[in-house]
Structures are given as structure tokens and as C-alpha cells.
Antibody, heavy 123, light 113 residues
């Protein structure tokens, strides 16, 4: 059974870089037809798709975050990671890692979610 | 960006009654090359991650009760719960995954009894 587990600091200072890792168990991150992505949910608000990556390294990002976000894959560790630079209080949210069904050129719907990790941006 | 607008924002339905949630996109989500609508529905209960209910606008995810159904095409979509159960109390989101990112979500609809 596929499981996704987020890990990383729960508190990040403004202007610093938020770094999270998602460990994948029960499936290979090199599986075809799946992307690995990040979604966040600010407190009391809705869902925001951040971006996703294919095992080949092909990435799709929210253009509004594009200059600050990097998603990468570590195949030997079966993990993928999120880096979000120059964070502000507006980046405070629960961050979910997820598996996104897709073709080799396009992500589709999100079929498996991690439990989420709360990240607060504060000095 | 494609804007996704759900209605209503909140909904109260009696147990056993039908619940319908609407989702409207700012542009068509129908791709004629494969005859598919690039829309999914998710259910989120308090303190839990979202759960996939419906994809391709009307395909029910494995294990999802058949009281949940999705319909619509183009820009207008509906999630219907045919007979509301107590465990269906949640926030429901639609999401488009049509071509270019960002793959935006609706603002959510809170379903109560």
C-alpha cells in the first residue's frame, strides 16, 4: 500500500528557505505515469497546488511561485523534496506531498496524499 | 490561470437526502482529442488530508461509495451525493488539471447535516 510521509522543520524564519522531504513507501518513485507533487493549505483556507515532478526530472510549477520553488527527486532514497525560498508569513500552511496520476508529459488528478506537515513562518 | 468557482460555499442537508455541489471553470476543461473533462473532486474531513472521489469528471475512484457521482462537461460540473450519510460531513473541492499549470482548486464547499 502506497504511503507518503512528509518531514522537515515546522518553523522557518522569514526570508529563509523552507525545505521539506517526502518519503515514499509501497511504490517506486520511478514508476511511469505518476508525478510526485506538493500542495499546501493555509490555516482555515483552501488547497493550493504548488508543483510536481516526474521521475525523469520534468517539473511543473505554479507560475506564481516559479521563481521561488524547486522540486527534486532522489531515486535511490525513493524520496522527493520541496524547496521554497524567501518565505514570508503568507507561506504558513499545512504542506502535503502527493502522488499525481499523469502521462509522460502532463500531470492529472491527485490520487494519494500524505498526512501533511504544518509549517509556520515566523521570527 | 483557470478560475474554479464552487457553489454554494456551504450546504446543510438532512440524512438520507440528496446533496449537490456545483463547480464552474473559467474556461472549458474538455479536451476533444481524448473526449475527457480534466476535473477531479476531493473530500476533506477535519484534520485529514483530502481524499480523491471522482476524476475525469465522472469516474469514481476505487472504494468510493456509489452514492457519490460526478457529472457535467465543459465549464459546468456537479458532485452529487444521492443519500447523505453522517460520515459525508466534510469540505468538498473540485480541481482542474487541464494542460498548463497551475492546477487550481475551487474554494471548497462545506457540507453539514
Amino acid at each position: 500500500q502506497l504511503q507518503l510521509q512528509e518531514s522537515g522543520p515546522g518553523l522557518v524564519k522569514p526570508s529563509e528557505t523552507l525545505s521539506l522531504t517526502c518519503s515514499v513507501s509501497g511504490d517506486s518513485i520511478s514508476s511511469t505515469n505518476y508525478y510526485w507533487g506538493w500542495i499546501r493549505q493555509p490555516p482555515g483556507k483552501g488547497l493550493e497546488w504548488i508543483g510536481s515532478i516526474y521521475y525523469s526530472g520534468s517539473t511543473f510549477y505554479d507560475p506564481s511561485l516559479n521563481s521561488r520553488v524547486t522540486i527534486s527527486v532522489d531515486k535511490p532514497k525513493n524520496q522527493f523534496s520541496l524547496k521554497l525560498s524567501s518565505v514570508t508569513a503568507a507561506d504558513t500552511a499545512v504542506y502535503y506531498c502527493a502522488r499525481q496520476s499523469g502521462s509522460s508529459v502532463h500531470p492529472y488528478y491527485i490520487d494519494v496524499w500524505g498526512k501533511g506537515t504544518k509549517v509556520t513562518v515566523s521570527s | 490561470d483557470i478560475l474554479m468557482t464552487q457553489s454554494p460555499d456551504s450546504l446543510a442537508v438532512s440524512l438520507g437526502e440528496r446533496a449537490s455541489i456545483n463547480c464552474k471553470s473559467s474556461q472549458s476543461l474538455f479536451y476533444s482529442s481524448n473526449n475527457k473533462n480534466y476535473l477531479a473532486w476531493y473530500q476533506q474531513k477535519p484534520g485529514q488530508p483530502p481524499k480523491l472521489l471522482i476524476y475525469w469528471a465522472s469516474t469514481r475512484e476505487s472504494g468510493v461509495p456509489d452514492r457519490f457521482s460526478g457529472s457535467g462537461s465543459g465549464t459546468d460540473f456537479t458532485l452529487t451525493i444521492s443519500s447523505l450519510q453522517a460520515e459525508d460531513v466534510a469540505v468538498y473541492y473540485c480541481q482542474q488539471y487541464y494542460h498548463s499549470p497551475p492546477y487550481t482548486f475551487g474554494q471548497g464547499t462545506k457540507l453539514e447535516i
